[in-house]
């Protein structure tokens, strides 16, 4: 077996696992998410109607937080919204992070997450300045 | 000839299409409204609850026979679950403010959960909390399977675990009167409040 062949079979299987990895977090979208928060996370989900607050839209409000901000709301609950943090586990409330940030992506400066995207999802359970050296760019920080 | 038999074979092919539908899920359907449809279905009863101890949001001992003399409304919900138990809750959190102060004391809310795998006295207590809810008259319920799973027969509620903290469950919200009998019960996402408000009054009269 050559060099060739060991790279190949290596890029297969992280290729193959992150394609695993994608449809877990569609999966955990899909159960836990889409009722009030809709599928592209536009709060249009099957009972938004019925609940007594709007459930906000990603696009225009995910950009407003940070990674933690929105890793405290999936782990604690926020008003209505249930507390996933005893439920799940550590990697299934990343992979929620992970949902959150690719539907709110459409709200954000997309030549950024461009660039930053892997090296975010890769540490997404650790603040900014933690992963990047610096806070979230000026567009994205928080109003 | 031949056109009759295929007229006839193709009547009889609409009608199984048309039947199957009805046979198979009729009843559930009639029962309890979907994901998304407002409200629930009320039925009123007359079934006697015999005493149950479970564990409250603050790690104490609770016995249902505590309660007599006072008008119970329950609701089964379990504390991650991201369809119609944060509904109920409302519903419930809702005629439980609409309470005038004289007759607070003589209603009280219970919450059984019904995942006890997450639902320690913990997570509830955080529950309440998150949703506001004045725990003068109010406890959140847990306990072994066992003794939820012969609460939850009680009351008819059916329990299936799908996942860790993804169970599916009767939607059930019960009146239960002073003399400890079970009245009246909704099937449904969302309760409303204002008919069980008038619900406990009528047995508070």
Request: with cysteine; proline share 6%; hydrophobic share 45%.
């Amino acid at each position: 077996m050559n060099f060739r062949t060991i790279v190949c079979a290596a890029s297969l299987i992280f290729f193959l696992a992150a394609c695993s990895r994608g449809e877990q977090t569609k999966a955990l979208y899909a159960q836990r998410c889409v009722s009030c928060h809709g599928v592209l996370g536009r709060g249009d989900g099957p009972i938004a109607a019925l609940l007594p607050a709007a459930v906000p839209d990603f696009r225009l409000t995910v950009e407003r937080k940070n990674v933690v901000e929105i890793r405290k709301a999936i782990v604690a609950g926020k008003g209505m919204m249930p507390a996933f943090g005893p439920a799940l586990s550590q990697v299934e409330i990343q992979d929620m992070v992970r949902a959150v940030r690719l539907l709110s992506r459409e709200g954000r400066r997309a030549e950024w997450w461009e660039k930053f995207e892997p090296i975010v999802y890769a540490h997404c359970s650790l603040p900014w300045e933690y992963v990047l050296g610096y806070g979230p760019p000026d567009g994205d920080a928080k109003k | 000839m031949r056109k009759s038999n295929r007229l006839r074979g193709f009547f009889l092919a609409l009608f199984i299409v048309l039947l199957l539908p009805v046979a198979s899920g009729f009843e559930s359907s009639a029962q309890a409204p979907r994901l998304g449809e407002k409200g629930a279905s009320r039925r009123e009863l007359h079934l006697p609850i015999s005493d149950f101890s479970l564990t409250d949001q603050l790690g104490r001992p609770f016995r249902f026979q505590s309660l007599k003399g006072r008008v119970i409304l329950l609701s089964f919900v379990y504390t991650s679950c991201p369809d119609v138990c944060p509904l109920i809750t409302a519903s419930a959190l809702s005629a439980q403010r609409a309470l005038r102060a004289w007759e607070k004391p003589s209603v009280f809310f219970l919450t059984v959960t019904t995942d006890p795998e997450v639902d320690t006295p913990l997570v509830l207590r955080a529950y309440a909390n998150r949703f506001g809810v004045d725990l003068s008259n109010w406890s959140l319920l847990t306990g072994e399977n066992s003794a939820l799973a012969s609460v939850w027969k009680v009351f008819g509620v059916k329990v299936k675990r799908k996942a860790r903290g993804l169970v599916e469950h009767t939607p059930l919200t019960a009146i239960v009167d002073r003399q400890g009998i079970l009245r009246v019960v909704y099937i449904g996402s969302s309760p409303d409040s204002r008919r069980l408000l008038r619900d406990i009054r009528a047995l508070l009269s």
